[in-house]
């Protein structure tokens, strides 16, 4: 989301250094980053994938909130709309996860009416060219891009009214996957002017960074395999009996 720690810690940044929203979204950003690790490396379903998820949820909707309101603040100003991503991402996902019974809702319906809306002032801004980056309006065309197929799969799961246990899961997994992925690329890759010079622009912290969706892409897969995984056993071929002669030897 941009927001620069080294601004806290070098006292610079003018009306940012100093918003008491700052301190909370730096807060919320290391600890989604924590309970998101611990999430992904319990067992699925367990206590602590459970515990450490709820932590992950209400930490990145305080950093969505929090991005939001610090965002206009920048010098230059910066957009609102990436705090909303973040939100809409992670309620979506933690909403998928509590149907257990895989029904849809009025929540999806808003939740799909967000993301359209949401991919419609994206592309507005990058063809006005009141929403740039620094490296031009690809960004901002790629992330209206990907609001918009999360928008379209919206209205799929609301005319299907439910989902199987499979598209529930993945629905829920790469909603979750993408906004631990804004958690990490905002700290790793946005934040290494508070970390060591020996560490800055390693290709450890693109690791990092991008690790969600190595996850992500990972369990995908499996979900979308496991019966055939479930069939790949290994088959050993029983020993052929021994015959008369090698007993009595």
């Not at 720690?5 to 003018?14: H, Q």
């Not at 367990?46 to 709820?54: L, M, Q, S």
């Not at 993301?115 to 690809?138: D, E, F, I, Q």
Request: hydrophobic residues 55%; charged residues 15%; glycine residues 10%.
């Amino acid at each position: 989301m941009g927001l620069r720690l080294a601004e806290l810690c070098e006292g610079r940044g003018g009306p940012l250094a100093v918003n008491p929203f700052l301190i909370p979204h730096i807060a919320a950003g290391l600890v989604a980053i924590l309970a998101g690790t611990v999430a992904v490396a319990a067992r699925k379903g367990g206590r602590w994938h459970v515990a450490a998820g709820t932590w992950f949820f209400a930490a990145m909707l305080l950093l969505g909130v929090t991005a939001s309101i610090l965002e206009p603040t920048r010098k230059p100003p910066g957009s609102p709309i990436s705090g909303v991503l973040v939100l809409y991402f992670v309620a979506t996902s933690w909403m998928t996860a509590r149907r257990r019974d895989g029904t849809t809702g009025k929540f999806e319906i808003l939740a799909c009416a967000a993301a359209l809306g949401l991919a419609a002032a994206m592309l507005w801004g990058a063809l006005s060219g009141s929403s740039r980056t620094p490296v031009g309006p690809g960004p901002v065309y790629a992330l209206a891009v990907l609001c918009l197929i999360a928008g379209l799969l919206d209205l799929n799961v609301i005319l299907r009214k439910k989902m199987t246990a499979v598209q529930r899961i993945s629905r829920h997994l790469w909603r979750m996957c993408f906004a631990f992925f804004i958690a990490t690329g905002s700290f790793f890759l946005g934040q290494q002017k508070v970390m060591p010079v020996a560490v800055r622009g390693s290709p450890i912290l693109y690791v990092l960074a991008f690790a969600p969706f190595a996850i992500m892409l990972f369990w995908l897969v499996r979900l979308r395999f496991a019966k055939a995984i479930r069939k790949l056993t290994l088959r050993v071929p029983p020993a052929p009996p021994a015959s008369r002669l090698e007993l009595e030897a």
